[in-house]
């Protein structure tokens, strides 16, 4: 089985500030790992992906997340917040390589704002 | 490759009636997943097929809910009796699935179903 916990559901920057978004998952077998972005009555949009090679995973938008199989972790993280960051992120789990089932697990999502 | 395309965007229907909704995905993926996602949660995987095929349906599935892809390409899925619990955003994802590691779901826009 497999879960994804995503602390906190809303995060706000200042606009040029930090983004850390924090994703913590459970798998069985060695996962693969995703984060997604949904804006205002839209699908999910691919941001990045971790695929069992580079555990540290650079993506669109500046965007950028480090597996970390001591921690189950997979924070994501862009240096500078812009307006357009303002979204919905999901982080989301499947089985990797070894494993047969490719169904996506995802966590509660977070809400980013940033502040002009 | 214009993307994964549903149909209708939004529904609103009365408690009892049955609804479809209808998935283009990318041409040539051989994938198609529908998951379901309720406000304030992410998506929650529903069933998903590969080619023709029906591979795997969750739990959360009723026996209200079905689902097809008869040639592999467009899917739809049909819910019957609609309760005011299936509210929901309803989206469609495809893939390819291939030599390469690390298979990519890419959502369409969904379909946001309301039951009065």
């Known amino acids: ?116 | 490759d214009t993307g994964v395309s549903q149909d209708p965007r939004h529904k609103i229907t009365k408690r009892g009636q049955n609804v479809t909704f209808r998935c283009d995905p990318i041409s040539e993926h051989n994938r198609l997943y529908w998951y379901r996602q309720t406000l304030g949660q992410g998506p929650e995987f529903l069933t998903y097929f590969q080619n023709e095929a029906q591979l795997e349906k969750s739990r959360l599935l009723s026996d209200r809910f079905s689902a097809e892809r008869p040639k592999g390409s467009f899917s739809t899925l049909e819910i019957q009796r609609t309760e005011q619990g299936d509210s929901a955003m309803y989206l469609c994802a495809s893939s390819l699935v291939g030599p390469t590691l690390g298979e990519t779901q890419y959502f369409g826009p969904g379909t946001r179903l309301l039951v009065l």
């Not at chain 1, 879960?3 to 559901?9: C, D, E, M, P």
């Not at chain 1, 804006?39 to 555990?55: E, R, V």
């Open chain 1, 1 to 116: 089985a497999q879960s994804v916990t995503q602390l906190g559901s809303h995060v706000s920057v200042s606009e040029g500030a930090l983004v850390l978004l924090r994703c913590n998952y459970s798998s069985s077998v060695p996962p693969y790992l995703f984060w997604y972005v949904q804006y205002p009555n839209q699908g999910l949009q691919l941001l990045l992906k971790y695929t069992s090679a580079a555990t540290l995973v650079k993506g669109i938008n500046g965007f950028e997340a480090e597996f970390k199989k001591s921690e189950t972790s997979f924070h994501l993280t862009k240096p500078s917040a812009h307006m357009s960051d303002a979204a919905e992120y999901f982080c989301a789990v499947s089985e990797g390589p070894t494993g047969a089932n490719s169904k996506l697990t995802f966590g509660k999502g977070i809400t980013l704002s940033v502040r002009p």
